[in-house]
């Protein structure tokens, strides 16, 4: 499956990082409009060309008229699209009825919803699923089966591995805050705290039950 990144920022390289390491994927940075009225917009037909040849696309596009548009021209084009930079239920709304459009609340948050290139995609990336091989009271190994996006559930796992498991959750939430998030600054939420806390809290609640089940074998 092929996976589009794209942003008129900075944002998104962190994503695309950690997708590569999984999927043909292709970061892809467009100028944003160099003016606020969407009747100035102009989106190269060589941009649209590119992107619909891709299976799914990511969209870390913070202009929200030129992220408009490229759903608008995309989204018959391509299997799916995940737009992780939005802001307001009426814009999220806007997207979704598109059909094929998904605007999560946080990009590690993604479960799967039916389309087969969007399940495939969240099979790999998404709410974070982990498994947690103790011996003793000591973790000694981390698998994660599902990432965040952004490689977060991958740097928790790596910086827990070799501690006890007393209060690992607790642990694992505090940790995940280390990790430099840019949910936040994409308007996802409005403030970081609650961005934290939400990454914090499915990150806990994936070891709590990996922690069960290793004590279930």
Same mark, same amino acid.
């Given at each position: #499956?092929? &996976?589009?990144?794209?942003?008129?920022?900075?944002?998104?390289?962190?994503?695309?990082?950690?997708?590569? !390491?999984?999927?043909?994927?292709?970061?892809?940075?467009?100028?944003?409009?160099? +003016?606020?009225? #969407?009747? !100035?917009?102009?989106? +190269?037909?060589?941009?649209?060309?590119?992107?619909?040849?891709?299976?799914?696309?990511?969209?870390?596009?913070?202009?929200?008229?030129?992220?408009?548009?490229? &759903?608008?021209?995309?989204?018959? /084009?391509?299997?799916?699209?995940?737009?992780?930079?939005? /802001?307001?239920?009426?814009?999220?709304?806007?997207?979704?009825?598109?059909?094929? %459009?998904?605007?999560?609340?946080?990009?590690?948050?993604?479960?799967?919803?039916?389309?087969?290139? =969007?399940?495939?995609? &969240?099979?790999?990336?998404?709410?974070?699923?982990? $498994?947690?091989?103790?011996?003793?009271?000591? *973790? &000694?190994? *981390?698998?994660?089966? $599902?990432?965040?996006?952004?490689?977060?559930?991958?740097? %928790?796992?790596?910086? %827990?591995?070799?501690?006890?498991?007393?209060?690992?959750?607790?642990?694992?939430?505090?940790?995940?805050?280390?990790?430099?998030? $840019?949910?936040?600054?994409?308007?996802? =939420?409005?403030?970081?705290? @609650?961005? $934290? !806390? #939400?990454?914090?809290?499915?990150?806990?609640?994936?070891?709590?039950?990996?922690?069960?089940?290793?004590? @279930?074998?």
């Amino acid at each position: #499956m092929r &996976v589009a990144i794209i942003t008129d920022d900075s944002y998104g390289e962190r994503a695309y990082e950690t997708i590569k !390491e999984e999927f043909d994927s292709e970061y892809i940075l467009i100028d944003p409009p160099g +003016s606020a009225f #969407m009747d !100035e917009i102009d989106i +190269s037909p060589e941009i649209i060309n590119k992107l619909e040849k891709f299976d799914l696309i990511l969209s870390y596009v913070l202009h929200p008229d030129l992220a408009l548009d490229l &759903v608008e021209a995309l989204h018959d /084009k391509v299997e799916w699209i995940i737009v992780g930079a939005w /802001k307001g239920e009426w814009f999220k709304n806007q997207l979704e009825s598109y059909g094929n %459009v998904t605007c999560p609340e946080n990009m590690c948050d993604l479960t799967e919803n039916g389309n087969a290139a =969007f399940d495939e995609f &969240v099979s790999v990336f998404g709410k974070p699923e982990v $498994r947690v091989n103790c011996q003793g009271d000591k *973790v &000694v190994d *981390v698998e994660v089966l $599902r990432c965040a996006p952004c490689g977060s559930t991958k740097f %928790v796992a790596e910086a %827990v591995t070799g501690e006890s498991t007393t209060n690992l959750p607790i642990k694992v939430g505090l940790k995940i805050q280390h990790y430099p998030c $840019r949910a936040g600054r994409m308007r996802l =939420f409005t403030d970081d705290e @609650s961005k $934290r !806390e #939400m990454a914090a809290n499915l990150h806990k609640n994936a070891f709590e039950d990996a922690l069960e089940d290793d004590h @279930s074998d």
